[in-house]
C-alpha cells in the first residue's frame, strides 16, 4: 500500500515505538504513588515535560498532556471564554475553515450567548489581518485560528496575528495540530498565548496531545478527580504515550528541514503532473502551504469514487478530511475558499510523510489520471460538460 493521507494519522516511527515499550512492563508505575515504581514514572513524566517545554522553547510549567488536538482545543476555548465571561467580554474571532472540534464547540459557545465572527479566507485559504483587525472590538475576549489547515495545508501569518492580538490584548490561540513538525512553530516569538498539539499527527501515538497555556490564562479545571497536571485534568497519566509524544517531536524536529525539503519537493512534482489533467485546478495557495499537502479538484467527478478506485489500486488517499468522510457533504474547508459544491466534490488530497518515497510518487502519477479518465466515462456531468451542456467551472 502506498501511504498518502498522513493528514489524517501518521504511522508511528520505530524510534518512538521502542521508546514507549518500557512503560508498559517496566516503568508501568503511577506517577502519584510514593514508592520507588511511582516516583521514577513522576521522574519520567516530568522529564518528558521539561523536553518538550524546550524543543518549544517555553516553560515546563506551560505545557499540559491531554489526550489530544480535540481536547486540548476544546478546554482552550472553554478556558479563554470562562475567563473573558469574568471580564464581561463574549466575542469571540475564528476563521470559517477551523477544524470542526474549534467549529463545534465554538458553536456551543454561540448557543451559551457568546458572538462569533468568521473571518473570510478567500480563493488562497490565508486570512487579510486587516479583516481581523476591523472585527477586533472591546468585547473580544478570543482570537483562534489555525496555524496550517488540515485540508489545504495553508499556512497563516501566525506571527503578525500574534502582534495583533497583543497589541490589543486578546488571548491568542492557534491549533497547530497540522503545524508542529512540518514548519517552526515558536509560542514566545509568535505571540500565542496557547496553542494545540497532537501526537498521532507527527509519528506519535494516538490519544495523546498538548495544551500549551501560558500564565496570562487560569486554565479552568477541565477533569476533576486527583492533582495531575497542576489539579486541572485529573487522571493517572498515560506515560507510554507521554513519552512516545515527546520522543517523536524531538524526532520530527531534528530533521525539520530535511523531511520539509524532499516532501516539498514531491509535492510540488505532484502539483507539476497531475495539473497536467485536464480542467483540475489546485486548491489553496501554491506556495504558503505545508510541505506535505496535495490537494486538487477534477472537474465532473466524485471524490469519493475516487478514493475507492486509487484504494483498489493500492493508494490510501483522501478527499477532505478523514472526519467529515463518511457525511456526503461536501468539505466545509473547500466551500470556505470559494469552490463550487460540485467543484468541491471532486477533490483529492494527499498528505505526504517523511516516508513517502519517489517511487511512490511516481506510481500515484501514473495512476491518477488513468483512474480520473474512467471516472469521467462513467459520469452524467462530464457527459454533459463533453456535449457542451454544461460550463466547465475549471
Ligand atoms: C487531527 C486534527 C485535530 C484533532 O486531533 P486529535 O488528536 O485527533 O483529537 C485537530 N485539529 C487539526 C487541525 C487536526 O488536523
Known amino acids: 500500500m502506498i501511504y498518502l493521507d498522513n493528514g489524517a494519522t501518521t504511522k508511528v516511527s520505530a524510534k518512538v515505538k521502542k521508546a514507549m515499550l518500557p512503560y508498559f512492563d517496566l516503568y508501568y508505575g503511577n506517577a502519584s504513588s510514593l514508592h520507588e515504581y511511582g516516583q521514577r514514572a513522576k521522574e519520567h513524566l516530568e522529564n ?38 469574568l471580564k464581561g467580554k463574549k466575542h469571540i474571532i475564528t476563521t470559517t475553515f477551523e477544524h470542526h472540534a474549534i467549529l463545534n464547540t465554538l458553536k456551543e459557545k454561540e448557543k451559551q450567548g457568546f458572538k462569533v465572527t468568521y473571518l473570510p479566507v478567500y480563493e488562497n485559504g490565508i486570512i487579510k489581518l486587516e479583516d481581523l483587525k476591523k472585527e477586533i472590538c472591546q468585547d473580544t475576549c478570543l482570537v483562534t485560528i489555525m496555524f496550517a ?35 517552526p512553530v515558536n509560542p514566545i516569538e509568535m505571540n500565542l498565548d496557547m496553542l494545540s498539539i497532537s501526537a498521532h499527527k507527527f509519528h506519535g501515538p494516538k490519544g495523546v496531545g498538548i495544551l500549551y497555556c501560558n500564565k496570562k490564562i487560569p486554565l479552568f479545571n477541565f477533569i476533576n478527580g486527583g492533582a495531575q497536571e497542576q489539579g486541572k485534568r485529573a487522571g493517572t497519566e498515560n ?49 504558503n502551504r505545508l510541505p506535505c499537502n496535495v490537494n486538487i479538484s477534477f472537474e465532473g467527478i466524485e471524490g469519493e469514487s475516487l478514493i475507492l478506485l486509487l484504494s483498489e489500486e493500492g493508494i490510501c488517499a483522501s478527499s477532505g478530511s478523514a472526519c467529515t468522510s463518511g457525511s456526503l457533504d461536501p468539505s466545509h474547508v473547500l466551500l470556505a475558499i470559494g469552490l463550487p459544491h460540485e467543484i468541491a466534490h471532486g477533490s483529492l488530497r494527499l498528505t505526504l510523510s517523511k516516508y513517502t518515497t519517489d517511487e511512490e510518487i511516481e506510481k500515484v502519477i501514473a495512476c491518477v489520471p488513468k483512474v480520473v479518465e474512467q471516472l469521467r466515462k462513467l459520469s452524467p456531468v462530464w457527459y454533459e460538460l463533453e456535449k457542451g451542456r454544461r460550463n466547465h467551472l475549471i
Open 48 to 85: 518528558a515535560r521539561k523536553r518538550v517545554a524546550s524543543l518549544i522553547g517555553v516553560d515546563a510549567s506551560a505545557i499540559y498532556f491531554t489526550s489530544g488536538g480535540s481536547e486540548s482545543d476544546n478546554w482552550a476555548i472553554e478556558s479563554a471564554c470562562k475567563f473573558g465571561e
Open 149 to 183: 489547515n488540515n485540508e489545504i495545508g495553508t499556512i497563516q501569518p501566525i506571527k503578525e496575528i500574534g502582534e495583533i492580538c497583543k497589541e490589543n490584548n486578546i488571548i491568542f490561540h492557534s491549533d497547530a495540530v497540522q503545524a508542529i513538525g512540518q514548519v
Open 239 to 287: 506515560l507510554a504515550n507521554i513519552v512516545g509524544l515527546t520522543v517523536a517531536l524531538e524526532e520530527a524536529l531534528a530533521h525539520l528541514q530535511e523531511n520539509s525539503l524532499k516532501e516539498t519537493r514531491l509535492r510540488n512534482k505532484l502539483f507539476d503532473e497531475l495539473t497536467k489533467i485536464p480542467h483540475s485546478k489546485i486548491n489553496g495557495d501554491k506556495v
